[in-house]
């Protein structure tokens, strides 16, 4: 057999043995959860008394339908206004504290969604890339194309989550996968999905997908 084609084989194996390894280590660092509470593996309807939204079954509304990301190859990348630029694997983001929120999304076009958003902190990504000052401003760029912005201020006071779980289930293709950005108190244009680079930059005046087509910047709800 040609050497180069086994070789090809060798690393698919690998990468499946990898990937496979994804869902292992991903129970294995539960106990970096916070809070502690364990909700087991299945999707949770109910969370705390309050009733969560299936989001599987809602329409997708995205500029270019549900992306396809690959976990072997996939790369979150924090560059930009940084000291040193991040290339981190997904495994690498889940290794990371993560959180939980119950949080409302809010859509321009009337209809809301409640989830218990799991993830880890958009500001504890940024300490590993080391933001340099004069950054004001994070820009969010996804699989599709779509990019949006928050203040870089808002995002460490907030707290922002950078989720790869809701309702206590993994985000699939329809939901984000791998992480989607959970703009707490912003309107569902900045909540970007399929999220794969966060730019640090020191224009204010950026405007994303949405923004640049007429939508308010600010996006408070
Ligand atoms: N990459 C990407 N992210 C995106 C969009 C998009 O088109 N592409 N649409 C946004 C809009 S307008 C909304 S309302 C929310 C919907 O998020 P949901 O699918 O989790 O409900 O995704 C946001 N994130
Ligand atoms: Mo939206």
């Not at 924090?78 to 630029?85: E, F, M, S, Y």
């Not at 995002?155 to 989607?180: E, M």
Request: net charge neutral.
């Amino acid at each position: 057999m040609d050497i180069r084609y086994s070789a090809v084989i060798f690393l698919e194996v690998a990468m499946l043995i990898v990937s496979g390894c994804s869902s292992s280590a991903d129970d294995n660092n539960r106990q970096t959860l916070q809070p502690t509470k364990d909700l087991g593996r299945v999707a949770i309807k109910k969370y705390q008394g309050q009733r969560l939204t299936d989001f599987e079954k809602l329409r997708d509304n995205s500029i270019q339908g549900p992306q396809e990301v690959d976990t072997a190859e996939y790369r979150l990348i924090i560059d930009g206004l940084v000291t040193v630029r991040q290339e981190l694997s997904y495994l690498q983001v889940l290794g990371m504290e993560r959180y939980q929120k119950l949080i409302t999304l809010h859509c321009v076009e009337g209809w809301s969604a409640k989830g218990l958003f799991e993830g880890v902190l958009v500001g504890d990504i940024l300490k590993l890339a080391v933001v340099n000052p004069g950054a004001n401003t994070l820009i969010f760029h996804a699989a599709d194309g779509y990019t949006s912005s928050l203040p870089l201020r808002a995002v460490l006071d907030k707290k922002i989550l950078l989720a790869h779980k809701i309702n206590n289930q993994t985000l699939t293709a329809r939901s984000g996968f791998p992480f989607q950005l959970i703009a707490e108190d912003k309107l569902g244009y900045k909540w970007v999905k399929w999220l794969r680079r966060i730019e640090v930059s020191s224009d204010s005046t950026y405007r994303g997908f949405w923004e640049s087509r007429g939508y308010d910047n600010k996006a408070d709800y």
